[in-house]
């Protein structure tokens, strides 16, 4: 392979250390290297995109996929946004309002939205929802929602997850990122999809695209890129997928992997 067009990388057990953050003064090295090389810098995550922003220095020279694959961003420009349709939102809503234990919040592309009185569920998410709003109706969100969340009881993820599915099918997915929070976005969201859309608005194909993923919820990405690395510290499945190992992410793997790949 030659040099890559570009580098996207999960940042959760992929690009950030176990504790979080990673070596600032290393990846800045790196990227002037990438810059140099005309090679692109997409940091992917399930999170809101002001978080996934947040990580690093001079956001608004990078582009992210956030919230799944729901919302792609460029250089502080919305590129692709995948709304559920408000029937899927409703119908989602319902679910969780009929499921014991469970409390629903809306993601837009601007905020998280959740229910007054609902301190314990804000308290819940507000790490990865640095933007969040509080409302009188969730029904009444006057955006379009890429996003329904539901914060339960890590035990009761799967029972949610079920209460979830039939209400939704056809219309939407179901999944969950971490116990005991269960996540609703539009049919067809996924972080490749949203890969495939970033790189047509750039025109590069993913023949020269190398990525980088630990979890089930990378996989998707491994497949779709020319060259892929799994984390030493990820799931099987992954390094199963990829065509190469990165070190653990405790040991700055992908800055690692990065550097040799610039490497003459």
Known sequence: ?????????????????????????????????????????????????PWLAAQFDRPEELAFIAESGAVVVDRRRFVDVRALKPEAVAAALAALERTPEVVGALSSPHALYVQERNEHTLAALADDYPRNRSVADLRAVPEPVVKVVGVCPPERTAAVMAALMPAVVGRAKVSSSTPGRVEVVASGVTRSAALATLLTSWGLDASGVVAFGDGLADLDLLRACGRSFAMANGAPACEAEATDVAPANGEDGVLVAIEALFTP
Do not use: W
């Open 1 to 49: 392979m030659s040099t890559p067009t570009a580098i996207v990388t999960d940042l959760v057990g992929t690009f950030l250390r176990p504790a979080g953050g990673y070596d600032r003064e290393r990846f800045g090295r790196v990227r002037s290297t990438m810059d140099a090389a005309g090679c692109r810098f997409v940091a992917v995550g399930d999170q809101q995109c």
